[in-house]
């Protein structure tokens, strides 16, 4: 599958061995040999170019999911052995701070607590790292996060508010209303996908909280963030309560098949808390 996967993604075997480290006969004869195991045509390859089949396109796809899979598994594995306790929480950064501090002081007094190393994050990151098992637990944050074929629960729902520069004109408001914050000419900001690409419109690319309260400072921006999220903010911004605003609600993830008895000790800490 990894040599499938190469090819399939240069289009081309020469660059496919190069990137291998093998020979390109070697590579040749074996998509040749997964072509006949499989009984389906994968490559359609002329004399000046390689493109994907119908059913290569879909290998490709299924062959992806599967080899983050086995590299999940071998990195969890890793983490399970016994001369190296430990565990990996991701976490968006500057997202639930006050709630993970109480959750990391929380399990740390337990007597069978191990090591917690804490992986903070950009956006839609933790999800991912999750998932392909570089962390073994996260703090993730619906609907902004997709959990999926994860195994959660949710630790804290809230609502959003509407962060402005210091003395604007909606600054004195108790509340507005989504349309309101549609029609503002500040616009919102533009959040990376999972991916690393940013959706098309007007706001600015941001990655993390500094770079947006400062684009706030600056009367470049305004944004919807959780509540949790005002201790966080200084004098020079004005926050109004949004009053149809989506909520957003904090969970504790952590892959379904997992048998971590530490991740099982952290998420009943979570849940008492």
Not at 18 to 46: K, M
Not at 93 to 113: C, I, N, Q, V
Request: glycine share 6%; hydrophobic share 45%.
């Amino acid at each position: 599958m990894r040599y499938f996967v190469a090819v399939a993604e240069e289009l081309h075997f020469g660059r496919a061995a190069q990137r291998l480290t093998i020979a390109q006969p070697p590579l040749s004869r074996a998509i040749q040999q997964l072509e006949r195991r499989l009984g389906v045509v994968l490559l359609h390859r002329t004399t000046r170019a390689i493109t994907l089949t119908e059913a290569g396109s879909v290998l490709l796809r299924e062959a992806r999911l599967a080899l983050d899979a086995v590299e999940a598994a071998e990195r969890r594995t890793r983490r399970a052995a016994p001369d190296q306790p430990g565990m990996v929480l991701a976490t968006k950064a500057g997202a639930s701070r006050e709630l993970l501090s109480r959750l990391l002081d929380a399990y740390a007094a337990s007597p069978s607590a191990v090591d917690v190393e804490v992986v903070l994050c950009g956006p839609g990151e933790s999800e991912a790292l999750l998932r392909n098992g570089s962390a073994d637990v996260a703090l993730l944050q619906r609907p902004h996060d997709t959990t999926a074929g994860l195994d959660t629960e949710d630790l804290r729902t809230e609502n959003q508010v509407l962060v402005l520069p210091e003395g604007h004109a909606l600054a004195d408001r108790p509340h507005v209303s989504m349309a309101e914050v549609d029609a503002l000419p500040l616009p919102l900001p533009r959040w990376p996908r999972r991916d690393g690409t940013y959706p098309d419109g007007p706001g600015p690319k941001v990655r993390d909280l500094i770079q947006l309260t400062q684009l706030i400072t600056l009367g470049r921006a305004c944004a919807l963030v959780p509540e949790s999220l005002r201790a966080q903010l200084d004098g020079d911004h004005a926050i109004v309560a949004v009053a149809d605003a989506p909520a957003v609600t904090t969970v504790i993830a952590w892959p379904a098949h997992s048998r971590s008895k530490a991740v099982a000790e952290l998420v009943r800490t979570a849940l008492e808390l």
